[in-house]
């Protein structure tokens, strides 16, 4: 009953109904959850086209994605999470969309929270929308090193933009046509949000977060070990100040 209130209140939504809108799902091994992650982001939004970006994956995901008529773009080798989300943005971007969201594919995001992430795209106050778990809703367990890794990025990427950002990590986005062309054009490698922070910044894009809850992933395992998040950390403070002084991109839309 909840989820048919929602999805009528979607439909009534004159702004979301006129624009071609998307869902990019980028996905790992996620055949244990992707399946889930379709269903509840047509629950929100029947008419919000779904592609989820296949990242090499060695089990079932594209085929439970495809069993689910989500469209599926299937990476012929493992391009990591950057190269996988920058691949929906192209898709997105070559195919008219005007709007994305970003929900993960291991179950994480919650797309019923997807209409507090549109509404200040929606009301034209922002060019990309981030759901933070860390601007004021309680709920978000997480081991105390990920809470200091990410106060010490947010931190830092608050420090390089000179905007307040409470969670720079955070892949669950909403972004209009200008968010899309740029990171359509050019999107960081590996652990990519952080960086993106600079490149919005520097792009004069208005970068909004609001609160949301983030869950446990629903099957799959992360691929963050110890050591890997000692790389991440050293990689992500040293690209973020090398970000201030690469090369502006040129969106797509500009070339
Ligand atoms: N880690 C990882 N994830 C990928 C890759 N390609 C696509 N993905 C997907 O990107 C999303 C985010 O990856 P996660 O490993 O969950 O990263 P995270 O959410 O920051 O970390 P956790 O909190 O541990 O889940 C998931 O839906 C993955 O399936 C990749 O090469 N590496
Ligand atoms: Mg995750």
Do not use: C
């Not at 590996?190 to 894009?205: G, I, N, S």
């Amino acid at each position: 009953m909840a989820e048919a209130v929602r999805t009528a209140t979607v439909r009534a939504d004159p702004r979301l109904a006129s624009l071609k809108r998307l869902a990019i799902v980028p996905a790992l091994n996620e055949q244990g959850g992707i399946g889930l992650v379709i269903d509840e982001i047509r629950a929100f939004d029947p008419d919000l086209e779904i592609v989820v970006v296949d990242d090499g994956s060695r089990d079932r995901t594209a085929e439970v994605a495809a069993e689910r008529s989500a469209h599926v773009l299937r990476l012929p080798f493992n391009l990591g999470i950057g190269g996988a989300v920058q691949t929906g943005f192209r898709y997105a971007f070559e195919n008219g969309f005007e709007l994305v969201v970003r929900v993960d594919g291991d179950g994480q995001h919650d797309p019923s929270q997807l209409g507090a992430l549109l509404e200040p795209l929606l009301a034209g106050e922002a060019d990309i929308v981030v759901g933070s778990r860390f601007a004021g809703l309680a709920g978000y367990r997480s081991t105390r090193s990920r809470h200091v890794a990410n106060r010490i990025f947010a931190g830092a990427a608050s420090l390089v933009t000179g905007q307040r950002v409470t969670d720079p990590s955070s892949g669950f986005q909403a972004l209009n046509r200008r968010a899309i062309a740029l990171f359509a054009a050019d999107y960081p490698h590996e652990f990519p949000e952080v960086e993106a922070t600079v490149m919005v910044a520097k792009h004069q894009l208005r970068r909004v977060e609001v609160p949301v809850v983030m869950r446990e992933r629903v099957a799959g395992r992360s691929s963050i070990s110890f050591v890997r998040s000692v790389y991440f950390m050293s990689k992500v403070l040293l690209a973020l100040f090398v970000g201030l002084f690469r090369r502006t991109v040129v969106p797509m839309e500009d070339r």
